[in-house]
């Protein structure tokens, strides 16, 4: 499954790109590097559990091992000391990121209610984060286990210069953007 967008990628996607762009070299063609999945959860404080569970969640959806994310100073409003546990993160590459990216455009995102696609902002260099409500829209995830809603940010990063190729490459992929950058 995950050789089906590399495989689109390199016989479709970057023959497009290079005819797009005007590109000289094939090594100016923008690839999609990795794609970072993170949960920032403010109830750890209170309760360690909710960093165990959202572990469980994200190395579910990824088929990878995430890791714990700890803070890095001290915040006495939000009762938060120097490396105590905030949330949970994984980072995806290669086989296992086409394989994640294929499993969220075609299944994930559609099951989003009342889904009209996401919206087309950059970060100025060629990155794109979306942000996820409930953690629920991936099917790996069994409804009947999950005590609380968790939503997460999905960061897909490229070798894009500019926002332009960023966006180009990532509706070449298939991500559904509603609006013109």
């Not at 469980?56 to 088929?63: A, K």
């Not at 006495?76 to 949970?88: D, L, Q």
């Not at 989003?112 to 696609?117: A, E, L, N, T």
């Amino acid at each position: 499954m995950a050789t089906t967008l590399k495989k689109q990628y390199d016989e479709k996607i970057a023959p497009a790109l290079m005819k797009q762009f005007n590109y000289s070299s094939p090594m100016q063609i923008p690839k999609l590097v990795k794609i970072v999945l993170n949960e920032g959860l403010g109830d750890a404080t209170q309760d360690k559990k909710v960093i165990e569970t959202a572990i469980t969640e994200l190395t579910t959806i990824t088929g990878q091992k995430a890791v714990q994310t700890l803070s890095k100073k001290d915040i006495s409003n939000f009762r938060v000391r120097k490396k105590m546990p905030i949330g949970a993160r994984v980072t995806l590459r290669r086989d296992r990121m086409y394989e994640f990216m294929e499993r969220f455009i075609r299944i994930a995102l559609p099951r989003i209610r009342d889904f009209k696609g996401i919206a087309g902002k950059l970060d100025g260099r060629g990155n794109y984060t979306v942000g996820i409500t409930e953690q629920i829209i991936f099917p790996e995830i069994n409804i009947d286990n999950v005590s609380k809603m968790q939503g997460m940010n999905i960061t897909f990063v490229t070798t894009a210069k500019t926002d332009e190729e960023g966006y180009a490459l990532l509706k070449e992929f298939g991500l559904p953007f509603n609006n013109a950058k």
